[in-house]
């Protein structure tokens, strides 16, 4: 079955350090996307990428960073510089103009 | 840019029901996509119905309908027959026809009532 896999469901993150977030995609989609959601809220945008080996920066990219070397995978790091990273993380992919499929979501934590 | 406004950051609704989410929004583009979008407690992001600004025929899916009104760039969603699966978190969500970026609007939470 296609689909995005995120992986890991849960993840702790002490102070100062940087965690990685994955996400696969096999449909086969040009585009990828990383949203924050915060309890009660929407969807807001980290980053996406349109092709392989580019990306641009969404509506809150300071003290995150991504890479998009192949077309199926877009790990995002959280950053020590990310100073409230406990939220839940939304990975997604697209065609142009296509609806988004989501992935299940990685909660994240500070210990 | 687009902006989407969902004015309704919560509503209730009784089993077996109908409730209709509003949701408007701000654009110069002429051709785009509309969705609804489903976030049960699970959190899965679960698209749920599928607009084409260029068809005038409003979009169904089962229980869901959208009455989608271009010139007041308006979209909002129905929901009949409500059951205690539908509660969830309802997104509205607008993107330019060839556009790679989504969206959304802040969210209506639907509870829906035994």
């Known amino acids: 079955d296609g689909g995005i896999t995120q992986s890991p469901k849960y993840l702790f993150r002490k102070e100062g350090q940087n965690v990685t977030l994955s996400c696969e995609q096999n449909l086969n989609h040009d585009a990828m996307y990383w949203y924050r959601q915060d309890p009660g809220q929407g969807l807001r945008l980290i980053y996406y990428?349109?092709?392989?080996?580019?990306?641009q920066k969404g509506d809150i990219a300071e003290g995150y960073s991504v890479s998009r070397e192949k077309k199926e995978s877009f790990p995002l790091t959280v950053t020590s510089a990310q100073k409230n990273p406990t939220a839940f993380y939304l990975c997604?992919?697209?065609?142009?103009?296509?609806?988004?499929?989501f992935g299940d979501g990685t909660r994240l934590s500070i210990l | 840019a687009q902006t989407v406004t969902q004015s309704q950051p919560e509503m209730s609704v009784q089993e077996a029901e109908t409730v209709t989410l509003s949701c408007t929004y701000d654009?110069?583009?002429?051709?785009?996509?509309l969705f609804w979008y489903k976030q049960p407690p699970s959190r899965q992001m679960i698209l749920v119905i599928r607009q084409e600004a260029y068809k005038q025929q409003n979009a169904t899916e089962n229980r869901f309908s959208v009455n989608f009104q271009k010139a007041a760039k308006s979209f909002s969603l129905k929901i009949s027959d409500s059951q205690l699966g539908d509660t969830a978190m309802y997104f509205c969500a607008f993107i330019p026809f060839n556009d790679y970026k989504l969206s959304f609007g802040a969210g209506t939470t639907v509870t829906v009532r035994a």
């Open positions: 654009t110069s583009e002429n051709n785009y996509y």
């Open positions: 990428s349109q092709i392989v080996n580019d990306f």
């Open positions: 997604a992919s697209s065609s142009r103009g296509w609806p988004q499929h």
